[in-house]
């Protein structure tokens, strides 16, 4: 069930790293090098299927762009926010 734009933002306040905007939650991440990048990836892409559920993604050398969203709703669901949740134990930003 697609999640109202009000509560998407509650929800975002516990991610910091995430914007929601196009009907979807997007995230950039940037690392050290590009096999820190790929590593992240690869971790990302388990948690993806253990979930079933899949990200726009794309890299380049060193930063990962992430967007989510659930494509029947046409719009963001509790399954964007499960993956993303995912997604924030395994990428975590340098400053913490």
Same mark, same amino acid.
């Given at each position: 069930m697609k999640i109202s734009e009000e509560d *998407?933002? %509650?929800r975002l306040?516990?991610?910091?790293? @995430?914007e929601f905007y196009e009907n979807a939650l997007h995230a950039e991440f940037e690392f050290d #090098?590009? %096999?820190?990048?790929f590593s992240a990836m690869s971790r990302i892409a388990f948690e993806c299927e253990a979930l079933n559920h899949h990200p726009n @993604?794309? #890299? +380049?050398y060193n930063v990962?762009? *992430?967007?989510?969203?659930t494509h029947d709703v046409n719009g963001?669901? &509790? %399954?964007?926010? %499960?993956? /993303?949740?995912? &997604? /924030?134990? *395994? +990428?975590v930003p340098e400053d913490e």
């Open positions: *998407i933002e %509650k306040l516990h991610f910091p790293d @995430w #090098n590009f %096999k820190d990048c @993604w794309s #890299n +380049v990962l762009k *992430i967007s989510l969203s963001v669901t &509790i %399954k964007d926010f %499960k993956l /993303a949740e995912a &997604i /924030a134990t *395994i +990428v």
